[in-house]
């Protein structure tokens, strides 16, 4: 169970290129179609589209369409308030961690590093490769400080890398070879830079809120002053980031539920070489393609409990596509390149267990 390969042609005949341009279009069209459908509460009940969306009516602000069911969830959620800063916390760590074991690795080697620069033709690679590091090393620390402005630094330190790293390392060789195990990291990436937006959008709103400029306490004095005027400008406008954030973050999901609902005896054989029968094949798989497409849809619909459950379910297919997909084949031969994908889909989970940590206090009234 694994994102697995795309509705990409290996070759490049005439014919293919065009069928894969054709797979391109029906994967946006799906992306676009579960946006538009994410949207139909807020079309039918406008309050659920109110700002903020604490306001909306209901325990759990639905408008009480879920009955007893919602007054059961109020109660859910009302315990885990408690333990919010726990769960965000712990999304943070386990978001950063692929970052941080990423700028341990090449520190080790950074000669290495140096040459991987050379090998993809940029120029000053000693330079670049320390870049690299400063944006890995200075993005994992303000990330995980908690701090809002520091944390939305940190989010754009780190997007800077994966749009780097993804061009570079995995796009361009993809172009080159049609590896299919670059085009799932290009998935991959995609989520975790729509992550990295999803936090900007949602901490520059907390920016400040202390009463100065930059919610440092005044340390950066005149300067903080100058960028505490350009939060100030840009947040009416963050919505923009949040949003394009979540879209982004459910693209390796929706391209996941896609490949597998086009073949579904292929993916049923997948889950019986997890060891099951057929008939427990069968029930995960079309468990496994409601979870991927509901939990998208109440992702990206950007109402607080719809994402948190939206969260919970991509969460719970992060799980088991790791353990099965990548850490019991991982621990039996010791390929890296499983090794690479436990650490994504670490982060990965760590981004919806950040989701659940900050939208379970704007579920509803309180």
Same mark, same amino acid.
């Given at each position: 169970?694994?994102?697995?390969?795309?509705?990409?042609?290996?070759?490049?005949?005439?014919?293919?290129?065009? !069928?894969?341009?054709?797979?391109? !279009?029906?994967?946006?069209?799906? $992306?676009?179609?579960?946006?538009?459908?994410?949207?139909?509460?807020?079309?039918?009940?406008?309050?659920?589209?109110?700002?903020?969306?604490?306001?909306?009516?209901?325990?759990?602000?639905?408008?009480?369409?879920?009955?007893?069911?919602?007054?059961?969830?109020?109660? @859910? @959620?009302?315990?885990?308030?408690?333990?919010?800063?726990?769960?965000?916390?712990?999304?943070?760590?386990?978001?950063?961690?692929?970052?941080?074991?990423?700028?341990?690795?090449?520190?080790?080697?950074?000669?290495?590093?140096?040459?991987?620069?050379?090998?993809?033709?940029?120029?000053?690679?000693?330079?670049?490769?320390?870049?690299?590091?400063?944006?890995?090393?200075?993005?994992?620390?303000?990330?995980?400080?908690?701090?809002?402005?520091?944390?939305?630094?940190?989010?754009?330190?780190?997007?800077?890398?994966?749009?780097?790293?993804?061009?570079?390392?995995?796009?361009?060789?993809?172009?080159?070879?049609?590896?299919?195990?670059?085009?799932?990291?290009?998935?991959?990436?995609?989520?975790?830079?729509?992550?990295?937006?999803?936090?900007?959008?949602?901490?520059?709103?907390?920016?400040?809120?202390?009463?100065?400029?930059?919610?440092?306490?005044?340390?950066?004095?005149?300067?903080?002053?100058?960028?505490?005027?350009? @939060?100030?400008?840009?947040?009416?406008?963050?919505?923009?980031?949040?949003? $394009?954030?979540?879209?982004?973050?459910?693209?390796?999901?929706?391209?996941?539920?896609?490949?597998?609902?086009?073949?579904?005896?292929?993916?049923?054989?997948?889950?019986?070489?997890?060891?099951?029968?057929? $008939?427990?094949? $069968?029930?995960?798989?079309?468990?496994?393609?409601?979870?991927?497409?509901?939990?998208?849809?109440?992702?990206?619909?950007?109402?607080?409990?719809?994402?948190?459950?939206?969260?919970?379910?991509?969460?719970?297919?992060?799980?088991?596509?790791?353990?099965?997909?990548?850490?019991?084949?991982?621990?039996?031969?010791?390929?890296?390149?499983?090794?690479?994908?436990?650490?994504?889909?670490?982060?990965?989970?760590?981004?919806?267990?950040?989701?659940?940590?900050?939208?379970?206090?704007?579920?509803?009234?309180?």
């Amino acid at each position: 169970m694994d994102f697995a390969e795309p509705l990409i042609p290996l070759a490049e005949t005439r014919s293919e290129q065009t !069928a894969r341009r054709v797979a391109w !279009a029906q994967g946006l069209a799906l $992306t676009g179609l579960l946006v538009c459908v994410a949207q139909l509460a807020g079309l039918a009940a406008p309050e659920l589209a109110g700002a903020p969306l604490v306001l909306a009516s209901g325990p759990v602000g639905l408008g009480g369409y879920l009955g007893s069911l919602g007054t059961f969830l109020r109660q @859910y @959620y009302d315990s885990l308030v408690p333990y919010v800063w726990l769960i965000n916390y712990c999304g943070i760590v386990l978001f950063v961690l692929l970052f941080v074991m990423s700028f341990l690795n090449h520190a080790k080697d950074f000669s290495g590093f140096v040459k991987m620069m050379e090998a993809f033709g940029l120029p000053c690679p000693a330079v670049m490769a320390l870049g690299g590091l400063f944006s890995l090393l200075a993005g994992s620390l303000c990330y995980l400080t908690g701090i809002p402005v520091l944390m939305e630094w940190g989010a754009e330190f780190l997007l800077m890398f994966l749009i780097a790293s993804t061009y570079f390392g995995h796009y361009k060789p993809w172009k080159q070879s049609k590896d299919m195990s670059h085009f799932i990291m290009i998935l991959k990436n995609i989520g975790l830079s729509g992550h990295c937006l999803l936090t900007i959008g949602f901490e520059v709103p907390e920016i400040g809120k202390d009463g100065t400029p930059l919610g440092l306490h005044g340390a950066l004095g005149s300067v903080g002053a100058f960028i505490g005027k350009i @939060y100030l400008f840009s947040r009416p406008y963050s919505f923009i980031f949040k949003y $394009t954030g979540l879209v982004l973050f459910v693209v390796p999901f929706v391209l996941s539920f896609l490949n597998h609902a086009k073949d579904t005896k292929q993916f049923v054989g997948m889950i019986m070489g997890f060891g099951f029968g057929r $008939t427990t094949a $069968t029930a995960l798989a079309v468990f496994t393609l409601i979870l991927l497409s509901v939990s998208s849809i109440f992702y990206v619909s950007g109402i607080p409990v719809l994402m948190e459950l939206g969260a919970e379910g991509l969460f719970t297919f992060l799980l088991f596509a790791t353990y099965f997909g990548h850490l019991k084949p991982y621990l039996q031969s010791g390929d890296m390149g499983h090794f690479l994908n436990i650490l994504k889909n670490v982060s990965l989970a760590g981004a919806c267990l950040m989701t659940m940590g900050v939208v379970i206090p704007q579920i509803g009234p309180s």
